[in-house]
């Protein structure tokens, strides 16, 4: 399974973003995926996830109204639209898929794409 995120980037407070994560080498639709993010100094955190079907999906309160998570299950892609960027959203940003619902363990994970988001 490989995944790829893209789609970062210098943006200033206010602005918005959206990512991608393209995988490839499993059976896209049943795997739940997810977003966390890494900022320097601190412990990766759970930002979104999304379920296999696309019908549920769950944020961290510290991104709740701000960022939506999507996919497209005919292009193997999942997105996160990031809106109202706020200095501290700034991170590396990784995608993951999951077997399981809710995703309390994801399998596979993907190298980030750098997000920053200046003030």
């Known amino acids: 399974v490989q995944l790829q995120a893209s789609g970062g980037g210098l943006v200033q407070a206010g602005g918005s973003l959206r990512l991608s994560c393209a995988a490839s080498?499993?059976?896209?639709?049943?795997?739940?995926m997810g977003w966390f993010r890494q900022a320097p100094g601190k412990e990766r955190e759970f930002v979104a996830a999304?379920?296999?079907?696309?019908?549920?999906?769950f944020y961290a309160d510290s991104v709740k109204g701000r960022f939506t998570i999507s996919r497209d299950n005919a292009k193997n892609t999942v997105y996160l639209q990031m809106k109202s960027l706020k200095a501290e959203d700034t991170a590396v940003y990784h995608c993951?898929?999951?077997?399981?619902?809710?995703?309390?363990?994801?399998?596979?994970w993907g190298p980030g794409t750098q997000v920053t988001v200046s003030s």
């Open positions: 999304i379920r296999w079907s696309g019908g549920s999906t």
């Open positions: 993951a898929t999951s077997t399981r619902w809710p995703p309390l363990k994801y399998d596979y």
């Open positions: 080498g499993h059976t896209f639709s049943n795997y739940a």
